[in-house]
């Protein structure tokens, strides 16, 4: 069975700019979450999207905002890139709460 | 809220040695708890978890047992290889099952040397 997958791998983009990020889940899966990593603040939740229905959301600005498809693909959205932004984005799928959820291998993004 | 409370490292151990890294959480309610791992370069990968109080979860040597009493999951393994060095995360999932959110703890870096 195919992992989790998300593209790109790495991305550079400039202050002011948006970019999205995409990831396609295990097949099954119908519930997809999104998460930020970096040194200082970790892993953070950033919203999750179940049957192409977003279910929670963390504490972000409304510049990050994501959709699911009826194929259960994800992606997320930022826009107006700042500094801070740059991160580790992770993705992970899993079939439904309480259960594992198995994440892809990430989209570095930095933001100059 | 609920959160995570992982030790603070780096942790540093020779070659088959003893490993313990401890784990607490606070959470409202019957969560699930994971144990992740990240190697560099790479995202999360399941390395093992516990559904319900006293249940024990184990994978490539390693385990944790879900103690309610004094809510923790501490992970331990008998004998450490240079391979395990990596990223240990511990987490627990949404109490009330209304959503898939994962909380983390902060994460600690286990170098094992030969």
């Known amino acids: 069975k195919a992992g989790v997958t998300q593209t790109p791998r790495y991305l550079i983009k400039t202050r002011g700019q948006q970019v999205t990020l995409s990831c396609s889940p295990i097949?099954?899966?119908?519930?997809v979450s999104w998460y930020q990593q970096t040194p200082g603040q970790g892993l953070q939740f950033l919203f999750e999207?179940?049957?192409?229905?977003?279910?929670n959301k963390g504490n972000f600005p409304g510049r990050f905002s994501g959709r699911q498809f009826s194929n259960s693909r994800s992606e997320m959205n930022v826009s107006t890139l700042e500094l801070g932004d740059s991160a580790l984005y992770l993705c992970a799928s899993s079939w439904d709460t309480f259960l594992e959820q198995y994440f892809g291998p990430g989209t570095r993004l930095t933001v100059t | 809220g609920n959160s995570v409370t992982q030790m603070e490292g780096p942790v540093t151990l020779s070659e088959e040695a003893f490993l313990t890294i401890n784990c607490t959480y606070t959470?409202?309610?019957?969560?699930?708890l994971f144990w992740y791992v990240q190697y560099p370069g790479e995202g999360l990968q399941l390395l093992l978890k516990a559904t319900k109080a006293d249940d024990k979860g184990s994978n490539k040597g390693f385990e944790a047992t879900y103690r309610k009493e004094t809510t923790s999951f501490h992970l331990e393994k008998g004998s450490v290889q240079v391979s395990d060095s990596a990223v240990y995360f511990c987490a627990l999932s949404d109490p009330t099952g209304a959503n898939s959110k994962l909380t983390f703890g902060k994460g600690i870096t286990l170098s094992v040397r030969p």
């Open positions: 959470a409202t309610g019957y969560p699930s």
């Open positions: 999207y179940f049957s192409e229905t977003q279910r």
């Open positions: 097949s099954g899966h119908r519930s």
